[in-house]
T-cell receptor, first 116, second 115 residues
Framework: EAGVAQSPRYKIIEKRQSVAFWCNPI?????LYWYQQILGQGPKLLIQ????????DSQLPKDRFSAERLKGVDSTLKIQPAKLEDSAVYLC??????????????FGPGTRLTVL | GENVEQHPSTLSVQEGDSAVIKCTYS??????FPWYKQELGKGPQLIID?????GEKKDQRIAVTLNKTAKHFSLHITETQPEDSAVYFC??????????????FGQGTILTVHP
């Protein structure tokens, strides 16, 4: 079974620029998550989708971050404009069932973003 | 919201020794507690989990214990091997009610196993 795919793996931009990350979850997984992992910390949930609907985006800084999951499969996370404090690894995860289920979350390798 | 505290932040052991990582959580409604292992350059991977109706769970060399009264849970690794070296994260979630099952992670423990 192929894992969660993410691209790019690394991205370096200057502050105030825009950036987008892409995630392809495991086939058949209905729930998709985006996490932000700042160096030395645990992942923090930004947004979670059930199919193509948002079920929780309470920790997403909506003035600069946006995410979509068209057709309930792939997802993109965008930052516009980026700030220095956005430097982090952005992890995508997916799981088979609903967010309230006990299904395992499978993580992708992440995209390491550096904002200069 | 939920808050998860994890200790220690770094742990160094000799191969063959045991390692223990401890976490506390704040919300008594949390009822699902997974542990993840993250190797360099990779995403976290689930290694074991426990639900609130169970006090202990074991899987070969790893075990997790849960004390609901104290809101405390721990990861135990026995007979450690160099390949156990990684960052370990605990997490807590509410898998019931109106919650959407959001995972709140601890800060992580860097485990180093010396040959």
């Amino acid at each position: 079974e192929a894992g969660v795919a993410q691209s790019p793996r690394y991205k370096i931009i200057e502050k105030r620029q825009s950036v987008a990350f892409w995630c392809n979850p495991i086939s058949g997984h209905a729930t998709l998550y985006w996490y932000q992992q700042i160096l030395g910390q645990g992942p923090k949930l930004l947004i979670q989708f059930q199919n193509n609907g948002v079920v929780d985006d309470s920790q997403l800084p909506k003035d600069r971050f946006s995410a979509e999951r068209l057709k309930g499969v792939d997802s993109t996370l965008k930052i516009q404009p980026a700030k220095l404090e956005d430097s982090a690894v952005y992890l995508c995860a997916s799981s088979w069932g609903e967010p309230s289920s006990y299904n395992e979350q499978f993580f992708g390798p992440g995209t390491r973003l550096t904002v200069l | 919201g939920e808050n998860v505290e994890q200790h220690p932040s770094t742990l160094s052991v000799q191969e063959g020794d045991s390692a223990v990582i401890k976490c506390t959580y704040s919300d008594s409604a949390s009822n699902y507690f997974p542990w993840y292992k993250q190797e360099l350059g990779k995403g976290p991977q689930l290694i074991i989990d426990i639900r609130s109706n169970v006090g202990e769970k074991k899987d070969q060399r790893i075990a997790v214990t849960l004390n609901k009264t104290a809101k405390h849970f721990s990861l135990h690794i026995t007979e450690t091997q160099p390949e156990d070296s990684a960052v370990y994260f605990c997490a807590a979630s509410m898998k019931s009610g109106t919650s959407y099952g959001k995972l709140t992670f601890g800060q992580g423990t860097i485990l180093t196993v010396h040959p």
